[in-house]
């Protein structure tokens, strides 16, 4: 029996239909319908219009942007650290840094409830610091490594091109080094920030009291308002699909230099 | 300055990695200002180390490296007024054609105005007029290669350095790329050192070219000297084709190699062992009863604007290149006038390395024991009941202070794929071999560091890993005081 291009993929289209498209629809179908069946905007309305789902959105963003600065902040100089040194243990200590990824998620969470119980006395004191440190915790690996993988690429002759052409260690950093790992930034940036505005597990599991959206939609499904939490998934697409196309100039880029991701 | 016009000198320089690995040893080169100078060697052989130690990318171990004489072996690259022309270009993708070229005029801080009219007048210079906001990306690897030449030369270098720029491009394009940077070299008058592995590149640029190997300086010479009086087997054996014999003085002007008797120009003492090189456009075939020497025709290969006809003349396999064919088979007569034949006094290939003495007063080699007697080696020395070995003095003789050499002939040593030979005294691998008309003449690398020089009939492959069987009985041994 001779498989052609067509019977091969078969059972991607299947699962495409089946996980992708046919949920998409749904979610569109319950945002733009009210509990009777009927076409309704007022779902959408309601989201722009109420200060609670506006106030966590930018709630949200807030915690986002924070993480994302925080892991950039840490990650840029490890990976560009381990990328650099001429280490021999330099697949260790990337291996150290992965390694949380590869422990059970609630565990670690789990771990730094505790450690910074001990520490803050009572969690319940600082939500906002508590979401960004849990969260940076869980998503630093996916800034480093993107980071990482460009700046280990670069081709090491551009560097000593800057210099041979008058640069000093500091001024070939700024001006060939950075703009050159901006694909590997971009990549780290849209794997956390993303994901930071809706991993409310997080927060849940540091007994956390603030909102995020993830956790507005888990409220408006679990009171069953299945229309109205997916809008608000909806709407969340919506800033997702904006995101990409802001970054996507950096898109080819990436792809150009072998792919910044993993 | 009045250093007698060398603008760049390179003394004594040593270049020793972390891993104990030499790639450049006692280096020695006076280059005079606005000379083109070639380095030429085998992949490998240190010539880009030895470029690297003069942009500052690489600092030398030992030695100094004096700019207009001023020591500079230690300045980081930005503070040298070199630049460099890079293997692979290295343009910066993220800038375009002209702020490629800028950057090293804004690191200056040039005024913004001067800057344009630099780039544009090195743009015309390289024949890209007009590409200023072009990307990197949209361009051919000869205008690539023309912008990384552009941005080096418009910080108006004092030395300007090619690492092998021309090995990306095509043939057709590396010929002409070849006599432009020619060209531009007599116009600006820029000291410009080169690097390459490719003979006929070097040939034909080069005021002076400097033949490498293994980390060393083979030859220093102009173009027509390399070629015509090359300094030993390897340089004849890497500039272009060579016939290469062993052979010896018969006497005044008068040598034999390759089964015949040669008359010669070179005045070597008669009795001294020599290597022949015979250019295969130097040999002249004649009718079967005429010639120093005869041979069969074994092949013929057209290359255009001659023949490369091959001819086995007893063990010997001689090249030639000739404008007339010849058919395999043909018996034929060859040729050759005293001033085709290169004579040079022949290196001394005998191996000698160090062995120890063990702790059981045996001789050892890489942790094997050599069956020959001590007693004979050492004068006056015997051995008691215990097998230790005393001196004349009745003294038990310390291991340590005892230091032998053995020696022996490349041809006395054998090679062995199986490594796990029980004769096998070391292995090693294959790293450089010549022919010599009938043998090869291979030099092994071993892991103890000591090179070995072996003859063998058969063709081995380079990096080929070999086991050594040196036989006990064929070392001269000798004790070092």
Redesign the interface.
């Known amino acids: 029996m001779k498989f052609s291009r067509k019977t091969l993929g078969i059972p991607y289209a299947v699962f495409l239909v089946l996980f992708v498209a046919a949920p998409l629809l749904v979610l569109f179908y319950y945002a733009f319908t009210n509990g009777q069946g009927q076409f309704t905007v007022q779902n959408l309305t309601d989201f722009f219009t109420d200060p609670n789902t506006l106030g966590t959105l930018f709630y949200s963003l807030l915690i986002a942007a924070a993480t994302t600065a925080l892991c950039l902040l840490l990650a840029y100089p490890a990976a560009y650290i381990l990328a650099t040194s001429r280490l021999k243990a330099k697949s260790v200590i990337i291996m150290i840094f992965v390694m949380p990824m590869w422990i059970n998620f609630s565990l670690r969470i789990t771990a730094l409830k505790e450690i910074l119980t001990v520490i803050e006395g009572n969690l319940a004191f600082y939500p906002f610091l508590n979401s960004v440190i849990g969260m940076t915790y869980d998503f630093l690996p996916f800034m480093i490594l993107p980071i990482y993988n460009t700046i280990v690429r670069l081709?090491g002759?551009?560097i000593?091109?800057?210099?041979?052409?008058?640069?000093?260690d500091r001024?070939a950093f700024f001006?060939?080094t950075l703009?050159?790992s901006v694909p590997g930034i971009v990549s780290g940036v849209s794997m956390v920030f993303l994901p930071a505005m809706t991993n409310y597990v997080v927060l849940d599991m540091l007994y956390n009291n603030t909102y995020i959206m993830g956790s507005l939609i888990g409220s408006y499904f679990s009171a069953y308002n299945w229309h109205g939490g997916s809008m608000i998934a909806l709407v969340l697409l919506g800033i997702i699909c904006l995101f990409t196309l802001l970054t996507g100039g950096m898109e080819t880029e990436d792809a150009?230099t072998g792919g910044a991701l993993l | 300055m009045g250093n007698n016009g060398n603008i760049i000198e390179l003394k004594h320089i040593t270049k020793v990695y972390e891993d104990g690995f030499a790639a450049v040893s006692d280096f020695n080169l006076e280059v005079k200002r606005g000379e083109f100078v070639t380095f030429l060697g085998p992949s490998g052989c240190g010539k880009t180390t030895t470029l690297r130690m003069i942009a500052g990318f690489d600092l030398p171990t030992e030695g100094d490296i004096l700019l207009n004489g001023k020591d500079i072996s230690q300045l980081p690259p930005n503070m040298r007024p070199i630049n460099t022309v890079f293997q692979r270009y290295a343009l910066f993708p993220h800038m375009n054609i002209f702020e490629n070229i800028a950057f090293g005029l804004k690191q200056k801080k040039m005024p913004k105005d001067e800057i344009r009219r630099k780039v544009r007048k090195v743009l015309e210079l390289v024949d890209l007029e007009g590409f200023e906001h072009r990307s990197v990306s949209t361009l051919s690897g000869g205008q690539q290669q023309r912008v990384a030449i552009a941005r080096a030369l418009v910080n108006e270098p004092e030395i300007l350095l090619l690492d092998e720029p021309l090995g990306a491009l095509d043939l057709k394009m590396r010929k002409e790329m070849q006599l432009e940077l020619k060209a531009m070299h007599d116009e600006l008058g820029i000291t410009f050192i080169y690097v390459t592995h490719d003979q006929e590149e070097a040939l034909t640029m080069s005021d002076k070219i400097v033949v490498m190997s293994e980390g060393k300086i083979q030859q220093i010479g102009t173009p027509e000297d390399i070629y015509n009086e090359p300094a030993n087997a390897f340089v004849a054996d890497f500039i272009g084709e060579s016939n290469i014999f062993n052979g010896i003085m018969t006497g005044p002007m008068k040598a034999r190699f390759a089964g015949g008797e040669f008359v010669c120009v070179d005045d070597v003492p008669e009795g001294t062992q020599i290597t022949a090189v015979v250019r295969p456009e130097d040999i002249v075939l004649t009718g079967p009863e005429r010639g120093q020497i005869r041979g069969r025709v074994i092949s013929v290969i057209f290359k255009g604007i001659h023949y490369e006809i091959t001819v086995e003349s007893g063990r010997y396999e001689v090249v030639i290149q000739s404008t007339k064919s010849a058919k395999v088979g043909d018996q034929v007569g060859m040729e050759v006038e005293p001033d085709g034949i290169h004579i040079m006094i022949a290196e001394d290939h005998t191996n000698v390395f160090n062995v120890d003495m063990n702790r059981n007063h045996r001789l050892e080699f890489n942790g094997t024991e050599l069956n020959t007697s001590l007693t004979q080696l050492i004068r006056g020395s015997h051995r008691n009941e215990n097998h230790e070995l005393l001196d004349e003095n009745g003294e038990v003789i310390d291991p340590e202070k005892v230091r032998v050499t053995a020696a022996i002939e490349p041809q006395d040593i054998r090679m062995t794929d199986d490594t796990d030979d029980e004769n096998v005294l070391i292995e090693g691998t294959i790293s450089n071999l010549i022919y010599k008309g009938d043998h090869y003449s291979y030099v092994i690398n071993t892991e103890l560091g000591q090179d070995f020089i072996v003859d063998d009939e058969y063709l081995w492959n380079m990096g080929d890993l070999v086991g050594l069987i040196i036989p006990i009985d064929k070392m001269r041994f000798t004790l070092k005081k």
């Open positions: 081709d002759s551009l000593e091109a800057a210099k041979d052409l008058g640069a000093n001024q001006r060939v703009p050159l150009r």
